[in-house]
């Protein structure tokens, strides 16, 4: 079982910058894939972003350039750097893992979900 606990979520101006941080329990997380979704009112869960066991990345079209998923192993942790903020950003935003092999990036391929953390961007 693999728990996962986000953070760094919050409210910010147009414009602005945040860091979400997700901390993974489990001892193989240098084996898992990793990303980060998120989901506003009346919206699909969307991927934003994707970071595999051995570094491959992977962006939604609206973030690149903007955003920019790591992780640190040594730490069992993903981050997601948002610069650039736009309000169409404001979505919870939603951490995910998977030790399965990814044959596509669906939510419905990652097995382990944090509990969202709220972020909002104001005009």
């Known amino acids: 079982q693999v728990q996962l606990v986000e953070s760094g979520g919050g409210l910010v101006q147009d414009g602005g910058s945040l860091r979400l941080s997700c901390a993974a329990s489990?001892?193989?997380?240098?084996?898992?894939?990793m990303a980060w979704f998120r989901q506003a009112p009346g919206n699909e869960r969307e991927l934003v972003a994707h970071i595999s066991s051995g570094g491959g990345l992977y962006y939604a079209d609206s973030v690149k350039g903007r955003f920019t998923i790591s992780r640190d192993n040594t730490k069992n942790s993903v981050y997601l750097q948002m610069n650039s903020l736009k309000p169409e950003d404001t979505a919870v935003y939603y951490c995910?893992?998977?030790?399965?092999?990814?044959?596509?990036?669906?939510?419905?391929?990652?097995?382990?979900w944090g509990q969202g953390t709220q972020v909002t961007v104001s005009s």
């Open positions: 489990g001892r193989s997380f240098s084996s898992y894939a």
């Open positions: 995910a893992a998977t030790t399965r092999f990814l044959v596509n990036l669906r939510s419905d391929s990652f097995d382990y």
